[in-house]
């Protein structure tokens, strides 16, 4: 089975940083065509940042262009986020996605369990 596992989250003040980590298992496919989503309390899920294609520039969020950085290590079948000038706004539960799948909820057929990331001012 295909497992998503996300760590790294935490408490931080607004300013400070965090990196998330999600270790991909049980996955055999092309290691492309991942993402990160949140998902703030009483709000809906939303796309932080991706790529969609082999060779392909990451998709930011405006909200979080020039603050985080996607990145992953094939090799090791991890993705990172790394989170940099954290806002308060950017508080909410973290996920992320692995292969793209247009008719699935979110457009990715697996995900993780998320990450909680909270940021006070």
């Known amino acids: 089975d295909v497992q998503l596992v996300e760590s790294g989250g935490g408490s931080v003040q607004a300013g400070e940083s965090l990196r998330l980590s999600c270790v991909v298992t049980g996955y055999t496919a092309n290691f492309y065509c991942m993402g990160w989503f949140r998902q703030a309390v009483g709000q809906e899920r939303e796309a932080v940042a991706a790529?969609?294609?082999?060779?392909?520039?990451?998709f930011y969020a405006d909200s979080v262009k020039g603050r985080f950085t996607f990145s992953q290590d094939n090799a090791q079948k991890t993705l990172y986020l790394q989170m940099d000038s954290l806002k308060p706004e950017d508080t909410a539960m973290y996920y992320c996605?692995?292969?793209?799948?247009?008719?699935?909820?979110?457009?990715?057929?697996?995900w993780g369990q998320g990450t909680q990331v909270t940021v006070s001012s």
């Open positions: 996605a692995a292969e793209c799948a247009p008719d699935e909820a979110g457009g990715f057929r697996y």
């Open positions: 790529v969609y294609r082999v060779g392909g520039s990451a």
